[in-house]
């Protein structure tokens, strides 16, 4: 995401705040706000890496914009503490963390659970295929035995000199 998006979600979820009376109301926004954060950390990086541009106008230009976006946010944070109490920014950021760690230690349980279910899937599978063959084995054996008690029956000595 680009600062400009960040700032516009700062600006919103400002502008939410000031007619807001209830946290709730401004929920979405600050989602909105933090998905855009978390989306730029995550590609700052690899946007530094791969920049063409070296201008010292754009470096000018993103270096002002981020500073102000953190501006706006600390600002962002002190009217949240100010209209619900001191201490709701943090303990928003901290919940969140949680809900996010917790959602992460799901998904590893859930990968856990699918390999392990995959596992005994393929074991039972395994296990269907060995049966499988040793019936096919002890129908070819069947077979065999009869063919041969066949040709045996068929061969035998009806008469008296054989």
Not at 67 to 72: C, F, L, Q, S
Not at 147 to 158: D, V
Request: with cysteine.
């Amino acid at each position: 995401m680009d600062p400009i998006t960040i700032g516009l979600a700062i600006a919103g979820a400002k502008k939410l705040l000031e007619t807001a009376t209830d946290i709730k109301d401004i929920a979405g926004s600050i989602e909105q706000l933090f998905s855009h954060t978390d989306s730029a950390e995550k590609n700052k990086g690899a946007a530094k890496q791969n920049e063409g541009d070296t201008s010292i106008a754009s470096v000018v230009t993103d270096v002002l914009t981020e500073k102000n976006n953190a501006t706006k946010l600390r600002n962002l944070e002190i009217d949240i503490d100010n209209k619900f109490g001191l201490g709701t920014w943090a303990a928003i950021k901290t919940e969140r963390q949680l809900r996010l760690d917790a959602a992460e230690v799901d998904k590893v349980k859930a990968a856990k659970r699918k390999r392990a279910k995959e596992k005994a899937s393929d074991e039972f599978y395994k296990k269907c295929f060995y049966w499988l063959g040793e019936f096919v084995k002890f129908m070819a054996i069947l077979a065999l035995a009869g063919g041969a008690g066949y040709i045996i029956y068929i061969n035998r000595c009806i008469e008296g000199t054989c």
